[in-house]
């Protein structure tokens, strides 16, 4: 290979074949080493640093980067890759020939009239080369000690969602300060009058949440299982139609990634708002109405309020997604005819999804998002709520908020509480600190304070050895690690439970062979979608979670092995593609049909014994079908990845692990999947070791969202 500083043909043509030679070792992809290819053409004097870079940069975006940072992989490519140890003296005698210094590296992707550069210095705007964007299909970015390399469209919506995050986190309106005080002592317990803040009278964080919503136009709620996100927001709901001037007019929109992260989020609202209308009975309605001078007789009807809010709906659909196209309905040109959006489960949201989102909200519009910021980062590229939430912990809020925090819910935030800025002055202008004053992290959790809770705090922090522990010595038998390291032992669990938590695929499928039953029911159509339901509610007690998709321990090929047994046993008839009892997850968004990728029903005879079959769906407590036929898009789902289940919840999950050189095992995956279980939780791995790797890798997407922000 030629000297970097001397770039031909002959070099550029060189590293391409030894980029596609990778490629057939399985460390890139195809389309990685077709981009270098394609700029190649595009700029015959490419340098071979541009190259590799490209190559590099795509393979990082299907991994969920949004960016290359260019000084660790000019240090250290392979700690950054992490590819097999296989591919190590390939990538040295790569970096041998390659440019030794970052500068050098730099200066060899300037040079590139296909790069656009838009790096910045500390306190200083980004800067540009004398191109334009046309042509130009890379950004370099980042600042001088940390430059970034971009695919165009990923740092043109970054910076869109950051322009948009600090713009309404930053763009506060006036409050009633003592009207929402009555309100949210009404909503939530008043604080004790000068209690200070301890163990044993900690702040009610959720009420926190509700008190800086009311000021902004964004907010991002965050914090783990059972800490009561959705039941903040139903108060936050309550507490925003109660102060809005026109309250009967207030339109909001619930949405998240997947129609069953959707639907629950809309049973709970429901519920919470149900619940809410009994606790603000007797003489609420009336003081109400005169703190916000409303005519007279006119109550706060929360009952005619949720039913006004409407059905909860995925993103794609809230959006307008259109087939064959990228592109939605509803844009900046276009926006959503709403005034309150609320997000569910925005950890799976990704780079692309939120910044269309934010494009296609209107100006007044609050958004509200809910989320666990420890849970896996969704599949595609970006990780936009750990970006959102990095240092929620500490709480970093200003004099400005504690001051505001305390006139409205009575808590006086202390030191550990809040940044060292008691002017709040400290880069005021960024989206950083803006964002920092609309973010709240719920601490307390209400669900999870069980094993099942102490396992997920012990692999979120990284603690194997009370991982280890909690796993082997629990009494109650609500976790369990099988010792049994083979494929077999999965099945049988599917198929049969375990004696301490009998939750199986057979629950479902003797519910199935029964069929529908008259007792009880006044006519045929009635006894059948009671079957339905029963069916569908059996199929959620439990479910198999993986960590991928292909090998001996992937879905592909455990709902193989599982529909076999559950054949061999007699309780499943598997002939062809359709039959009856079948598990079908969606792949590919139907808005004509209804269904959406992640939508997971159960193939049944319809109400007609003459007819097709149906594959029926459950949102909440609605139920809907399409035929099979019309359905070519989906997956069989007794195992389905950890990805795929986010927003579900089941009574028995089995997370199942393969061995410990997976890339993707890591400790975001091993938490989420545990947070998946409601009262039991088994762990199966194909190696003793798989869970230890896992929780020794903390994922850590590359993003430059942060430096966006601030």
Not at 249 to 255: D, K
Not at 342 to 349: F, L, P
Request: charged residues 15%; proline residues 6%; glycine residues 8%.
């Amino acid at each position: 290979m030629n000297s970097p500083s001397q770039p031909s043909n002959a070099a550029a043509t060189a590293l391409l074949a030894t980029l596609r030679l990778w490629a057939d070792q399985g460390w890139l992809r195809r389309l990685d080493t077709a981009l270098a290819g394609l700029l190649a053409e595009l700029d015959p004097q490419a340098r071979p640093a541009l190259l590799v870079s490209a190559a590099l940069l795509a393979q990082m975006e299907g991994r969920g980067h949004t960016c290359l940072p260019l000084a660790p992989m000019v240090k250290d490519a392979q700690a950054l890759l992490d590819w097999p140890p296989a591919a190590l003296p390939e990538l040295q005698q790569m970096w041998s020939q390659l440019p030794p210094t970052l500068a050098q590296w730099l200066d060899a992707l300037r040079a590139s009239s296909l790069v656009r550069c838009a790096e910045s210095g500390p306190g200083e705007p980004p800067h540009s080369n004398a191109q334009t964007d046309q042509g130009q299909p890379l950004v370099l970015a980042g600042t001088g000690a940390a430059p970034l390399l971009y695919l165009r469209r990923y740092w043109l919506q970054e910076q869109q969602l950051a322009h948009a995050v600090g713009q309404r986190a930053g763009q506060q309106t006036p409050v009633d300060e003592a009207a929402a005080r009555r309100w949210l002592d009404r909503l939530f317990d008043p604080a004790s009058p000068g209690a200070a803040l301890t163990s044993a009278h900690p702040m009610d964080w959720q009420k926190m949440a509700c008190a800086v919503a009311l000021r902004a136009g964004l907010t991002v709620i965050t914090g783990g299982p059972g800490t009561g996100k959705t039941y903040t927001a139903a108060r936050l709901l309550a507490l925003l139609y109660a102060m809005a001037p026109q309250a009967q007019g207030l339109r909001v929109a619930l949405t998240a990634p997947t129609g069953k992260a959707a639907a629950r989020l809309r049973q709970s609202i429901d519920s919470a708002l149900q619940e809410l209308a009994g606790r603000l009975s007797g003489d609420l309605a009336p003081q109400a109405a005169k703190e916000r001078q409303r005519a007279p007789g006119q109550t706060l009807d929360l009952a005619a309020f949720a039913q006004r809010i409407g059905s909860a709906r995925t993103l794609h659909a809230l959006l307008g997604a259109r087939p064959d196209t990228r592109q939605f309905r509803f844009n900046a040109s276009r926006p959503l005819d709403v005034d309150i959006v609320i997000v569910d489960e925005a950890s799976m949201v990704h780079l692309e999804m939120m910044a269309a989102l934010v494009q296609a909200l209107p100006p007044g519009a609050k958004l509200i998002l809910l989320g666990d910021k420890d849970q896996l980062a969704s599949v595609e590229a970006g990780a936009v709520l750990g970006d959102l939430c990095h240092g929620v912990g500490a709480g970093q809020y200003n004099a400005a908020t504690v001051r505001y925090a305390k006139a409205l819910t009575g808590y006086d935030l202390t030191a550990d509480f809040w940044a060292a800025d008691p002017a709040g002055a400290q880069g005021a202008g960024s989206g950083a600190r803006a964002l920092a004053q609309q973010t709240v992290m719920l601490r307390q959790s209400r669900r999870f304070g069980g094993q099942i809770g102490k396992l997920a705090i012990a692999v979120n922090a990284g603690d194997a050895a009370a991982t280890l522990d909690l796993l082997t010595k629990d009494p109650s038998g609500t976790l369990h690690a099988s010792p049994d390291h083979q494929v077999q032992a999965v099945v049988h669990l599917a198929v049969h439970g375990r004696p301490d938590a009998p939750a199986c695929y057979a629950d479902y499928l003797r519910l199935v062979q029964a069929g529908p039953s008259s007792a009880g029911h006044p006519d045929r159509q009635s006894a059948h979608a009671t079957w339905v339901v029963a069916v569908l509610r059996a199929f959620d007690r439990f479910r198999l979670v993986c960590a991928v998709h292909d090998g001996d321990w992937g879905t592909r090929n455990l709902n193989l092995a599982v529909q076999q047994a559950l054949t061999d046993a007699g309780l499943l008839k598997a002939r062809g593609e359709w039959f009856v009892g079948r598990p079908a997850m969606v792949t590919r968004n139907d808005a004509e049909l209804g269904v959406f990728n992640g939508d997971v029903g159960i193939t049944l005879p319809a109400l007609d014994p003459a007819a097709a079959l149906r594959v029926y769906f459950l949102d909440g407590d609605t139920l809907r079908s399409v035929a099979s036929s019309r359905l070519p898009q989906v997956e069989t789902a007794f195992a389905m990845t950890v990805h795929k289940c986010q927003g579900s919840e089941f009574l028995h999950t089995a997370l199942v692990l393969p061995h410990a050189d997976a890339r993707v095992l890591t400790r975001e995956l091993v938490y989420t999947g545990i947070t998946r279980a409601r009262e039991r939780f088994t762990l199966l791995q194909a190696q003793p070791g798989a869970l230890l790797a896992a929780i020794a890798r903390p994922s850590q997407r590359a993003s430059g969202l942060a430096v966006q922000l601030a």
